[in-house]
């Protein structure tokens, strides 16, 4: 989604500015823009299309001056074109805006400032609101305490907007001034030697400092020259909180790798241990986390789970659903976030409730939990960003720790989410009636499972043989059941997302309800086919698309006896236990789609139309 | 899937047969054969294709007899091969079967039969099954009790087969003699005028006689010349309960239409007429039902309810989750039936199960209703076909009386459900907290939902327009939200089922995590965007797609008022009550698939690869 990066200190602006939009161009974006306040006042370079473009246009050299801003911009209002990207000018050319978010009553606003004489170039909402702010610094005069007219101009312009924002604003008459606001959007200050930097995600600022203070809604931050004051918009002083960021820069590089995908999925057996890594109890029989918040008493009498995810993080969810009913008998549901939070569901007092966001700032997550804490429920967070909306809104939680994420589509991050999920079924089955045996089991099985990702990341070159000759399909169809049916729909979406192959998913025995429709010798099958107690019934589905002419690509567990000639080509995975499965079986799905889209010729890093983590609703 | 139509009387069998056969096409099958019994022993014809091209290889009069079997085949085990088609032969020659299901044990069989001299020509478990039965009738000596040596031959066999299976059984010593079994296949036998004919659907019969009897799961029917007797595989009598058949042969015939679909479709409004008739309380606050077989005070202590369903009938049940958690307040959970299965999800005593199925013998949802029984819980059927197995075996139910449905993607038989589960929802909710005023209310908004599906119905001209620009594209995405999410979920289903365009729906707010990455100019959208209270959340996710260069279809309410230039076309259906709302969204998309399928010149009653009705596993 649109990136944000602000710059005041004793630098030049441009350069530091550009590095940062560069390091945000994972979140997904499709124009850019720089603004710099020098001498001559506004210096101001934009276009669609990637930051590189960008540089190559406004060489840093020809935009002096050490105050700026900078966005990456993902459109919702109007379309990609030089016009709508960021930053906006005022018509009067006095203030500088860059915007993430949505400003929903931007038609009445703008009726009201074309009264007033103001004009647009744009179709954004983003251009109402600048020029919204430069009525209001218009109107206001100097304040008489000395304090900044811009900050007061933008925090009476708030006061009338209804919407979504993180906004950075400049304004030519006060060159060494930088305000900005949150609301709905992430916003983080960070506070270097003799610099600020306002960045919408930590990767954009931690090459400068790794010092930060996490906005909260509703606050703004003024910074003049060196110093930062952070207030409300009902104008309340705020006393920040300097938090200490743990990622090193190097964390996002990428090394010897050819994208960021292809590291991060050779990064899991790491990123598992990491999850893992001083969760376990002494004796070996359960898992324990630090910042559940809830007593094992307070855990028993939960009747029921919720989990509310959008996208990857939802398939995380569905896997967990089905470990959390086997291992402690707890109904679990899942639901989109975005759907949950409008649909109103009845719900039980007892229900616990869970969001999953790698970002924790996934805005309909965010949303949903928000509406489960309105509605008196305590949310736990799993996430992998600390210091994240959701994180720090969340009753309790627990953290990922796999890094950072940088590819668009979501990898480590994911089976590090399906390894908590399954030591959360672990613990909430031993504090009710699963075994010390049992949970002693489980306990040796999910610690395999680095080894186990291993073992299966050694397919790599297999499977790229295999992804190149199905590499120009147009359609598949991704089938498995149980708690492999998630990890079929994250094969298909993942293909989706970064090869623009329609892939789609469906319980196996579902197919035959009507998908079988689409099959014929152009649309391939991967069959899920573990050597489990469904093996004969996925055989037999196998069957029924064979029957039909359509190619079968079988994962299989190596303890699996497949019918000679069923599958047209097979990948074999190392035999494990359940809990362990559906992270070693989402392997040579991200292989393959990874492979898939390289040979296609696709951005792998930055899909087409795709956000890291989606901040508008 | 697979059907069966076998003959014992005095008129001529194979135009008879052919005759059924032709009536049995809408299930869905790749092959047809017929085999009859005569002067000189049997008479077999059978290919891949379709029945005409059967009836034209076989006319009727080169197959004398008035004893005789046919079968439609869907393929499971063996590719779509004149040789893997029915009837089968023994290797002796004696013996000609043709059978619905899947022996699970075939392999053992065959070895056995093998070693016994036994051979085979085909890659079917059906063949297996006749040499085996073949195998007991050679061992077998005439009963000396003057029973029937056929029979006894097939109970044995039945003994030693795992699997399910509808079977007819001809012998070329017992010329005016049939035997039929079933388990886990539905068959019907008809009791005519001086005949008797066995069919796995009352479609196949009801040009004979309106006289039935249903024969239960491990039941043999015995016919030999004018009479039959029942007994189970074990050897126990069974006496015959004759049902009558409330369908006319007109009812399942095309009219004027070019297509059952279409003939279905616009009799939606009196499939509408017939749910509701007679199930409104008389104080015109409330639906009453006769067949639940539980009293108001057993439904107020539920406290959640369980859908499963498979395909179209699924999303009826997500309609109605909606519909139950808004007036009712109970939490719903509803799963594709293969899934729950084997799922063994945790359930409280006091859940309340239903199953959904149009034909009421979808194996999947069959096997779920008997897992769930099997755990001690009532289930309650929707169902259109009266004295289908589920039906039979449910605890209590709601018959849709939409009449026959032909056209094997769904179209009356959904909105039919939708009807029922839409009153279901009054009534769980006037059973709790709803109010008289807002039961009236309701009563009048589902009453008045046959006059709008006509008005609906009256936009097919239009649609057919759009239909026809679009009929070209190969992917599309389908987007509601809340209750019309499945909507969505239908239009793309029904798309793929009959136009093999590859559509996929998602709710409105979750394309943006993913899906979005498919969107160019080639792949179009259809939103359902009707005026209400998540009207502007979609018009967002409309603009997003707009951005990105996708195409828009608008179904939206006449009461909406969209953004200029938004969508490219717009179809406009009534403004309605949000209970009725989902059976008028549905139209349009009916209409919208049907038309394409056209235009692309697909064969829409029968579509490639599909069934009506899913009789395997």
Redesign the interface.
Known sequence: MCGIVGYVGKSKAAPIILDGLKRLEYRGYDSAGVAVLGQDGFKLAKQTGRVEGLIQKAAPSTLPGSCGIGHTRW??????TNENAHPHLSSDGKIALIHNG?I?NYAAIKKFLLSKGYTFASETDTEVLTNLIAYHYEKEGDPADGGSRLLESVRKTLFHVEGTYGICVLCSDCPRELVAARKGSPLILGVGQDELVVASDVAALVSRTQNVVYLKDGELVGIRDNAFEISTINDTDVSPVIDKVTWQVQDAELGDYAHFMEKEIFEQPQALENAMRGRFAEDGSTANFGGLNLSANELRATSRLMFCA???A?FAGLVTE?LV??FA???V?CD?A??FR???????SNTLFFVISQSGE?I?TLAAMREAQRKGFKVLAINNVVGSTIAREADGGIYQHAGPEIGVASTKAFTSQLMIGAMLALYLGRIRDMSFRDGVEIVKALKAAPDLVREALQQADHIKQIAQRYAQV??MLFLG??EL?PIAAEGA?KL???S?I?A?AY?A??M?????????ADCPSVFLVPNN??F??VV?SM??I???GGPIIAITTDDADLPEGLADDVITIPACHEAVLPIVATIPLQLFSYYVAVERGCDVDK?????KS?T??
């Open positions: 459109a919702t209002h109007g379309g990609v949505v929903e959008c996208g990857t939802m089905h009913e086997r008998r707890i109904p549901e989109h975005s759907e409008y649909r109103n569901t009845p719900l039980f996934t309909d147009s359609d059941r149980l049916f979406l989706k997302e970064i623009y329609h789609e319980p025995a579902e035959k309800h009507g998908p079988i429709a689409l099959i014929n107690e469904l004969n019934k037999s069957q029924e064979k029957a039909r899909p087409r139309n795709l956000a989606v508008v609703e």
